[in-house]
């Protein structure tokens, strides 16, 4: 293992939040590719899980736990220093990294917000009861973020795409697994 990470298990609620793309300066800090256009994830967590680039260069195996102890925005980017990351060459040896969270770690999102994860997988329902499939990934069109539905039936997959805006959403139940929209199946 790398200095500055200690191995670990990657936690059963581990959600994948960036990529370290480079080292940043000469003091150990490292640039961070989020994958979210808010990354408080990112600033709220202070034990990143790594996981080695898929490509290229492996500079270590296996899961490595990084204790943070400054993440900040720079740009489009995140910077951070992690403990025991005190050089450019160790920064540097952490590139291409894939960078986990524990879904725990996350803040606690306000009323009628919701983090993409935890709508992946839930099933959407018009007001007439039908079911029009279940969440499979969500899309930012600029001004909105869209559902992406699909459902198989016969063998068959369909896709639709739903507005996540108030006028198409009637209800988003996390604990029971389920979006109550205004929409028809033919639309």
């Not at 000469?26 to 967590?45: H, Q, R, T």
Request: net charge negative; hydrophobic share 45%; charged share 25%.
């Amino acid at each position: 293992m790398l200095p500055g990470l200690e191995a670990a298990e990657l936690p059963a609620d581990a959600i994948e939040v960036g990529r370290i793309l480079d080292a940043w300066g000469i003091k150990g800090w490292f640039k961070v590719f989020p994958y979210s256009a808010d990354p408080e994830a990112l600033f709220s967590s202070k034990r990143w899980f790594l996981l080695p680039t898929e490509k290229g260069a492996k500079t270590f195996d296996g899961v490595g736990l990084l204790t943070i102890k400054e993440a900040k925005t720079h740009s489009d980017t995140v910077v951070a220093c992690a403990q025991d990351i005190n050089d450019r060459s160790a920064a540097d040896a952490l590139r291409g990294a894939r960078i986990f969270i524990s879904r725990s770690s996350f803040p606690t999102a306000q009323k009628d917000e919701y983090y993409w994860v935890d709508l992946i997988g839930l099933e959407v329902i018009n007001r007439e009861g039908v079911s029009l499939g279940q969440v499979r990934d969500l899309l930012t069109t600029g001004p909105q973020t869209v559902l992406v539905i699909e459902k198989t039936l016969d063998a068959q997959t369909t896709q639709i795409m739903i507005p996540f805006v108030a006028v198409y959403i009637d209800d988003v139940s996390l604990s029971e697994r389920r979006i109550l929209v205004d929409w028809q199946a033919d639309y």
